[in-house]
């Protein structure tokens, strides 16, 4: 394993709870795209989500990464729009270029694709001060910052094996680990004025939407037959459940024994 890929698992690690241990499992060559596919994506996310950065910045930044992807491009395009702000962007983001070039050749369109039109989804919805409004609304922003994350897992598996999964499936399947994040960064959120639920809605309500999504993301899961990508899948699928029950139960999060205990529970039915 090159030293590219030890600072992706590096930076992963310091990242991602939920994905560190499923990608580390995955063999050579579906890591590295999983790997560069996930760093790419939480680089822009950090983007949206950053404290100090304001919403002209924001917007700034992410239709910058939009456009350069559309596009031929070079690392240093992307570095130069971030260099102004350089000194408060945050390590994953920084080294966008270095994931994207970490994405086998064969995968270079469908990363930067989705990339590009997560990003600018991300810039619209930022524009709009994540105002939802109704479940459209919901749908809608869930689908540009998870459920592109699904679409774009469905052609890793593709390239990987010719493994072929139904796209709405795979869409839940970002949307529902996407609604537990949402639900357990709720207080964060407030904090910002941002709140996510739709006009009328209750927290129960909001729930209810996490659990329909993953009782589909369950429906994809049982889809796959490759057990690596089962198995990919299966982990976060199960942290996320976990945690949404221990929400209903008062609990904020789960504790690391319940994280180890879940994972070695998913593991044990492995297909």
Sequence with gaps: MGLEMDKALEVLQLTSRTFFIPITRLPDGLKEAVTSAYLAMRAIDEIEDHPDLNKEIKIQLLRGVSLILREPFHADDIRRLFEPWSSILPEVT???PEWLELCPE????EVYRATAVMADGMAKWCDRHWDIRDVADLNE??????GLVGLLLNEIWKWHDGT???TNLAVAFGRGLQ???????????????????PEGWKMDDLYDYARKQLELADQYIKSIQTREIW???RIPYVLALGTLRAMELGN?????????????????SSK
């Design 141 to 146: 922003y869930t689908f540009y910052v998870a």
């Design 231 to 233: 198995e990919f899948c």
């Design 106 to 109: 064969a995968l270079h369109i």
């Design 252 to 268: 904020q999060k789960l504790t690391r024994e319940a994280v180890v205990e879940l994972v070695e529970s998913a593991l044990a």
């Design 164 to 166: 072929q999964c139904d």
């Design 94 to 96: 920084l080294l966008l």
């Design 179 to 197: 609604t537990v994040n949402i639900i357990r960064n709720r207080g964060e959120d407030l904090a910002r004025e941002v709140d996510y639920l």
